[in-house]
């Protein structure tokens, strides 16, 4: 990939401490223009808070400097950021979402047109403009942004940024809640940007996502800086070792297990119109992936199981025993697990501490009389820091200040202690670094091998395939097919997502396998 060498931006000496804790330790680096510069590093490499510097919401220690097109810059706020053409892109959208796009676009930029009053008309050229310039046509101006799709709000969020003019423009996992059509379609955007001179800073846990569209890639370790590469001069592997200090041999971890007993039976599950025709088979120490596009249903299919959404049709057998859940309660008195994709809201109360959270089925389970054995509940939760590597100063720690990767072991570890004869992960693995997703697919593994039957639902074709005995594909709340271990590539569960065509997918001859049609 070309570019310039031109420097729009330079950090020099950028430090961050927070009490009791150096997020940044003299972090320097430079973005010349119209490149693609991706940031990298597992969770707590100090990443966001360099983000966060240059958006305005942190000011950084004495003695670090930033420079914008060769003069020195000085920021208080989020406003003077974006004064100095840097606009930020998070994972949650910043959009008002009961205004238009148009509207959206101009929103607190009056001031960028001269301070002449624009009419509705004239702002909605102007969105119209900037939407054809960045190939998205389709959206219309006057649409509420409510009406979008979350790959379209982002869209219309960068088209914010250059209405706003900005020349850096940071986007903090930008395909972490899309499709892979979507993402696709959002490297084609942010190559027109390159194209026009706008330098992206950006930051991805996806090596795959790196390798396809960064031009340099810098690379953070313990809040310090590990160093600069070329893209083209780098492997994933080079990338892995530069982030956690040491070669991962094996990112996906062999598992050596014998597959036992049908442990969930599912026949021709449905919801309403929303989920119909399921049907599949987990066995004990076996992974069942769930895959396909956003939209698809695979987790209102997920609740189905776990008694979150009602079932009107078809049949499930747990352990040979019918079995249909009413509620959430009522799946964990049978001994299924559910670690929830957005663990932050579902999955943990990020404001109490970690004993807490990991005791929160054992306290509803094993609790009598309404006391509770704190002293063996503290027990229970040291003993899971320990098994499960969570890395975390004391179990009274508050689970909101943990890393992304170790809050996804607290929200596994509350299940464990009642020893579940099911598990589902929806999305065990999204937002958490490289380190901390080999260690999940570890733990998986290990609690497969104690005969646990598991379902997981992802979105990167890499780690189901690499994971999953045999991949179930749905396709807006039908089942296309199940390709079992042999047959599993990336192009063959794309294929069954995308195409259009109902495969009619029934048990074989040993009954305990589906074909994918």
């Known amino acids: ?42 969770n707590g490499a100090g ?9 305005g919401y942190h000011q950084p220690d004495p003695g670090g400097e930033i420079i914008i097109a060769g003069k020195p810059v ?3 706020s989020p406003k003077d950021a974006i004064s100095s053409s840097i606009s930020t892109i998070y994972q949650e959208l910043t959009l008002c979402p009961h205004m238009t796009v148009a509207e959206n676009l101009v929103l607190d930029k009056q001031d960028r047109f001269k301070g002449i009053r624009l009419r509705p008309s004239e702002f909605r050229d102007i969105a119209r403009k900037v939407l054809e310039d960045l190939g998205q046509s389709e959206i219309s101006p006057d649409v509420l942004v409510n009406d979008l799709s979350i790959a379209q709000q982002q869209v219309v969020e960068i088209a914010k940024a250059v209405t706003s003019k900005a020349r850096i423009i940071l986007m903090d996992e930008p395909t972490s809640s899309i499709s892979q059509s979507d993402a696709d379609k959002l490297m084609k955007i942010i190559k027109v940007l390159k194209a026009n001179g706008v330098s992206i800073i950006y930051i991805s846990h996806r090596l795959y996502e790196i390798g396809g569209i960064a031009d340099r890639i810098t690379v953070l370790r313990d809040g310090e800086l590990v160093g600069t590469v070329n893209n083209a001069d780098v492997t994933e592997n080079d990338l892995i070792t530069m982030m956690v200090g040491r070669e991962l041999k094996n990112v996906y971890p062999k598992r050596d297990v014998t597959i036992g007993d049908v442990v969930l039976k599912v026949e021709d599950l449905g919801s309403g119109n929303l989920v119909q025709g399921i049907s599949f088979e987990v066995r004990k120490g076996e992974i069942l992936g769930i895959g ?14 776990f008694g979150m959404r009602p079932i009107t049709s078809g049949k499930i057998t747990l352990c040979g025993k019918s079995f249909n859940p009413k509620n959430p309660r009522d799946a964990i008195k049978h001994r299924i697990a559910y670690v929830t994709e957005d663990r932050k809201k579902t999955g943990l109360v990020v404001c109490l501490p970690v004993h807490e959270n990991i005791n929160m089925v054992n306290i509803q389970q094993s609790s009598s009389s309404g006391i509770v054995n704190w002293i063996k509940m503290r027990s229970i939760a040291e003993h899971h820091r320990s098994v499960l590597n969570i ?59 104690q005969g646990a039957a598991i379902i997981m639902v992802s979105s990167e074709l890499p780690e189901l395939i690499s994971v999953a005995d045999k991949v179930l594909v749905m396709q807006e709340g039908r089942m296309k097919g ?16 995308t195409t259009h065509s109902y495969a009619t997918a029934q048990p074989n001859s040993e009954g305990n396998k589906l074909n994918a049609g």
């Open 1 to 42: 990939m070309q570019t310039t060498t031109n420097n729009i931006l330079e950090l020099k000496n950028i430090s961050k401490t927070f009490p009791g804790v150096a997020a940044l330790k003299g972090v320097s680096m430079t973005v010349r223009e119209g490149e693609v510069h991706a940031l990298l590093g597992e």
């Open 47 to 55: 990443k966001s808070t360099l983000i966060k510097i240059l958006s």
């Open 74 to 76: 000085t920021f208080k």
């Open 292 to 305: 396909g596009l956003v939209g698809s249903r695979r987790t209102e299919t997920l609740q189905m199981l």
């Open 391 to 449: 890395r975390v100063s004391q179990i009274d720690q508050v689970v909101g200040t943990l890393s992304g990767g170790n809050q996804q072991k607290v929200a596994l570890a509350k299940w464990l202690d009642f020893h579940p004869e099911v598990i589902i992960f929806d999305e065990p693995t999204r937002g958490i670094d490289i380190g901390a997703k080999t260690e999940i697919y570890s733990i998986m593994g290990e609690l497969a091998a």
């Open 482 to 497: 199940i390709v079992d271990r042999a047959d599993l590539t990336q192009e063959r569960v794309m294929s069954l997502a």
